[in-house]
């Protein structure tokens, strides 16, 4: 059992097989990509394997701490930010091989033409618990 | 203590059930409806007979559960089929549920689930918030499991290393939330070496009550990782040990090895050291050596090389290592500690960097990056 994470990126990931930007699909072809979407969270609650998904706004912001008694400092966002996360969904399966499996079928959503997007998704294990048994 | 009295009867009268003919499935949804019921009820009118009251409460919920015109079919389709009643001995009945539970059609954590709510009579969001997943995903996981084994007859013979897998996953995976795994995976061994002879039962429960014993001490009060050689020793739970290390014997005597003794011999080695240099490395080696040949496993060999540096020298240890693939989960680890026992604090600074980076678990990660600032900080 192990818990992994599909990161979905706005920016930054390898350009997909059907890249054409989502404000240049049909209504309908939009459509089809969040059923998909929510077809696939909730076949993977069927099966046991899902954790939870969320979708975040493109735009944020950069926050540190700027020293005792003075209010955190705030900029960007920044356009040239390489690396946009878009979203993500987090899966508890049985194996790597089924992880890989399953951010394969999400990568198949439909896109441009109602063809799959082939969209890169970065696939990222889990810290665990560590075990009893050490030796 | 209610709770333990009910989880304890919880196999039991879900095996009575079966055999009278419900389908699994429905079965151990009544049992569940029924302990609900039983915790509601219980406080304040505990019954004379808890088992006597569970089966009737548990039956009686099957049946209402069972009332529409399809699923009576079903039912009475089942009740046709079922096969003449035997010898119902309560003990057989939960050993059957073990194997159903670990049927090896099921995934591990799938059989992980159905065992722990049907044979250990967890509720759903208990197990759900033990492994950190929904409730509404740990209830389909159980009846989908539920489903995969629903056909397979509940009087044949299981098998006992697949059980003994499971219970040995639920010990050794455990996450923390209100339900301790590793007691529960305990008892649940505890309960299984009742009722079957079998000197791999008894090894395991030797493996997990000798680890259990030192759990206290594996973390440090901030929750960092505490390495065996570093462990108050005073503070082991001997009367644990004792109990693991007679169980163990007793199997041993018996001469079926297999790698749950091999495993616990090793424990109880470690156990018997009054400080970590008593530790008897050499016999360690041994028994790391009938692992190997039992389990012919990559894991184990990497283990044994780290016992293979304390018997005999960091040298002899990374040679033993330098015959295994580097890309092993913990090999950098264990390269990191053999080489600084050798004398060679900057390559295993290096290495234990290298190691915290590919670390699985946060406690490791943040141990091996200590070992590693401590050996930077020297230079």
New interface residues.
Partial sequence: ?A?YLLLKHYRGAPAAVNDVPMDKWTPEEISAHMQYMSDFAAR?????????GQALAPEGAWVRYDGEGRPPVTDGPFAETKDLIAGWMVI???SYERAVELAGELSAAPGAGGKPIHEWLELR?F????????? | MDEALLRSLTPNVLGILVRRGADFAAAEDAVQDALVEALRVWPADHPRDPKGWLVTVAWRKFLDATRSDTARRRREDLVDEEPAPGPARSVDDTLQLYFLCAHPSLTPSSAVALTLRAVGGLTTRQIAQAYLVPEATMAQRISRAKRTVNGVRFDQPGDVATVLRVLYLVFNEGYSGDVDLAAEAIRLTRQLAAGIDHPEVAGLLALMLLHHARRGTRTAPDGSLVPLAEQDRSRWDTKLIAEGVEILQAALARDRLGEFQAQAAIAALHADAQTAEETDWVQIVEWYDELVRLTDSPVVRLNRAVAVGEADGPRAGLAALAELDDSLPRHAAVAAYLHERDGDPVTAARLYAEAAQKAPNLAERDYLTRQAARLNARR
């Fill in positions: 059992m818990k993977l609650e069927e099966t046991g394997e899902f954790v939870d508890d399966v049985d294990p810290l665990t618990e560590p075990p009893t048994v050490t030796e």
